[in-house]
């Protein structure tokens, strides 16, 4: 079993940048999808970006050019370098790893991101 936790939120002006980091009790070199989703108020959650430990990454349309996802499998650490922010990336963030075969998924409690002036 592996726990996640994030950190890193807080409020931010549009155009600033955040970086939030996820912290995994055990190791994630075994859990090959690591990766960000997020849930704003009256939406469904959905994908920020993920990366595989091959290094395959994918964002979002919607966050491409602005934000960088990375992972170090030996602090057993996740990042999510968010520049460029805007209102609309106003959400709850998440930090969530998909182990390959068994299917195993785990997910963090959430940090809160607030992009308003």
């Known amino acids: 079993q592996v726990q996640l936790v994030e950190s890193g939120g807080g409020l931010v002006q549009p155009g600033g940048s955040l970086r939030l980091s996820c912290a995994a009790s055990?190791?994630?070199?075994?859990?090959?999808?690591m990766g960000w989703f997020r849930q704003a108020p009256g939406k469904q959650r959905e994908l920020v970006a993920t990366?595989?430990?091959?290094?395959?990454?994918n964002y979002a349309d919607s966050v491409k050019g602005r934000f960088t996802i990375t992972r170090d499998n030996v602090k057993n650490m996740l990042y999510l370098q968010m520049n460029s922010l805007k209102p609309e990336d106003t959400a709850v963030y998440y930090c969530?790893?998909?182990?390959?075969?068994?299917?195993?998924?785990?997910w963090g409690q959430g940090t809160q991101v607030t992009v308003s002036s």
């Open positions: 990366i595989k430990s091959p290094g395959i990454i």
């Open positions: 969530n790893g998909v182990r390959r075969y068994t299917g195993d998924t785990y």
């Open positions: 055990g190791s994630i070199a075994s859990i090959y999808t």
